[in-house]
């Protein structure tokens, strides 16, 4: 069974850049899918992206300003947040499913049996 442990999460001012960290333990991560999740006080928890046998894809809102990678030797995923808006500041946790996940089933929270404890990440205006 796989254990995750995201890192990088810190208080930003808008406009920065942060990185954050998912490393696993406990399997063969290059065999799992990855994605990033987010839970805003008094929301819901939303997909962020996903890096999978299909590649790569992101929620609208992170278009073009996040970037999801692994490095399958350091058994880590990454998640590169640049242009932060306030709007972005969550608990943002790393989950990962054993084989991948299916193009219809990434977004889902329910696709992934294994998830981090999270990690804060505060952007101020």
């Known amino acids: 069974q796989v254990k995750l442990v995201e890192s990088g999460g810190r208080s930003v001012q808008a406009g920065d850049s942060l990185r954050l960290s998912c490393a696993a333990s406990?399997?063969?991560?290059?065999?799992?899918?990855v994605g990033w999740f987010r839970q805003a006080p008094g929301k819901e928890r939303e997909f962020v992206s996903v890096i999978s046998w299909f590649g790569t894809y992101y929620e609208d809102s992170v278009k073009g300003r996040f970037t999801i990678s692994r490095d399958n030797a350091q058994n880590t995923v990454y998640l590169q947040m640049n242009s932060l808006k306030p709007e972005d500041t969550a608990v943002y946790y790393c989950a990962a499913v054993l084989g991948g996940v299916g193009e219809g089933a990434y977004d889902r929270i329910k696709t992934y049996p294994y998830w981090g404890q999270g990690t804060q990440v505060t952007v101020s205006s």
């Open positions: 406990g399997g063969t991560f290059s065999n799992y899918g």
